[in-house]
Every structure is written in structure tokens, then in C-alpha cells.
């Protein structure tokens, strides 16, 4: 049973354009996201995370915006670089007493053209 | 800081045969982790760490058992390997206290059961 689901394999944009990338949940009571972005042969390495009392976060190019009615999450990447070819995994921690143990989306993977 | 290290990095290993994957964090870290990614499914819980000593059962531990020999070592063994087993296995850790799902995640071990 799947509660975070990426249901968009992968995306290709031009440099300096922007990326959005899009995440839907099922599980109302998750109230945490987090993004995590994979380069080949690595481990994910976190990029950014926001609180469900929050609609926006941002930190430089990436800014996540959350929609709790529509239970739904997307990442922005503006504007996108070659450097940001990799894929992007949304994750929401499970309801325990551990906030590590992790759902995490398939993946979209990211590819930026020049 | 070398952060979370794994070994091996690549393994094949024959129907039934056994293996340990080792990992090992130096960020004095309290949660430690191992998880799985296989295509499609992003990356899946296997078992985890709150503590030394203490080890709990992730969102798909059949097959796997696991170890916390002290607060660096966290080590994942197969018993009897399965071609369902073949992965990419990913260790991390992550600070008790964080309270943010935030994951310092190893570079990988490619597992191939043939």
C-alpha cells in the first residue's frame, strides 16, 4: 500500500527553465515532507522539507509547495541547472515513534538539456 | 567525515547462499537504518535502529536479519538469499533528536542473486 506516490517517471527540461516536480499522498495524518534527491551510484541526499502548518518553503531554487486539501506536494526548481539531472524522491515519515522510518514516492528522475 | 560507509559496494551471490552488508556511521548518530530500492518502488524500509541494542522490524524484513553491534556498526544479513532480494541495500542514520526525517544515507550495495 503505497502512500506516497510520484506519478510521473521522469522529466526532461531546458536549462534555466523550471522543473516541477509533483507528489500526492493518501495518508491524511501525515503531517511532514520531506524531498530527497539521487544522483547515480550515490546515496539520496536530502534537499528540502515543510511542516504541514506551512503551504511554502523555500531555500534558494527549490521551493516546496504543500496542499493539505488536496493532499498533494510539488517541487520547483527554478531556474533548473545540469547539475539538477537526478532523481527526486518524496518521502513522509511514517506515524511512529521514529521520524527516520520513511515512505518514500518511486522517483521522477530529472533530466536538464542545455 | 567519511558520514555513512558500506561494504561491499557490489556482490553476487548464488540461491541460498548468505551475506552480511555492513555499515558503519561516524556522526555518533543514535538511529541507524537499512533500506531497499528496486525500480518502480522507491526506496522501502527493512529494518531499523533507534539505539544500540535495540532493532525493529521496517516495512519488509522477511529474509533479512539484522544486527546493532554498537552505536556505529549496523549490519544486515541474508540467511538464505532469494532472486526477490536482488537490490540496491542503502544504510543510514539519522540524529534521535532531529525530529525531521532527515536521513544521512551510505553510497549503496548492489546485491545481484542469481
Known amino acids: 500500500d503505497q502512500q506516497v506516490k510520484q506519478n510521473s517517471p521522469s522529466l526532461s527540461v531546458q536549462e534555466g527553465r523550471i522543473s516541477i516536480l509533483n507528489c500526492d499522498y493518501t495518508n491524511s495524518m501525515f503531517d511532514y515532507f520531506l524531498w530527497y534527491k539521487k544522483y547515480p551510484a550515490e546515496g539520496p541526499t536530502f534537499l528540502i522539507s515543510i511542516s504541514s502548518i506551512k503551504d511554502k518553503n523555500e531555500d534558494g531554487r527549490f521551493t516546496v509547495f504543500l496542499n493539505k486539501s488536496a493532499k498533494h506536494l510539488s517541487l520547483h526548481i527554478v531556474p533548473s541547472q545540469p547539475g539538477d539531472s537526478a532523481v527526486y524522491f518524496c518521502?513522509?515519515?511514517?506515524?511512529?515513534?521514529?521520524?527516520?522510518?520513511?515512505?518514500f514516492g518511486a522517483g521522477t528522475q530529472v533530466v536538464v538539456t542545455p | 567525515n567519511a558520514g555513512v560507509t558500506q561494504t561491499p559496494k557490489f556482490q553476487v551471490l548464488k540461491t541460498g547462499q548468505s551475506m552480511t552488508l555492513q555499515c558503519a556511521q561516524d556522526m555518533n548518530h543514535n538511529s541507524m537504518y537499512w533500506y531497499r530500492q528496486d525500480p518502480g518502488m522507491g526506496l522501502r524500509l527493512i529494518y531499523y535502529s533507534a539505539s544500540e541494542g535495540t532493532t525493529d522490524k521496517g516495512e519488509v524484513p522477511n529474509g533479512y536479519n539484522v544486527s546493532r553491534l554498537n552505536k556505529r556498526e549496523f549490519s544486515l544479513r541474508l540467511e538464505s538469499a532469494a532472486p526477490s532480494q536482488t537490490s540496491v541495500y542503502f544504510c543510514?542514520?539519522?540524529?534521535?533528536?532531529?525530529?525531521?526525517?532527515?536521513?544521512?544515507f551510505g553510497e549503496g550495495s548492489r546485491l545481484t542473486v542469481l
Open positions: 518521502a513522509a515519515p511514517r506515524l511512529t515513534d521514529s521520524w527516520g522510518k520513511l515512505q
Open positions: 543510514a542514520s539519522s540524529a534521535q533528536d532531529a525530529n525531521t526525517g532527515e536521513l544521512f
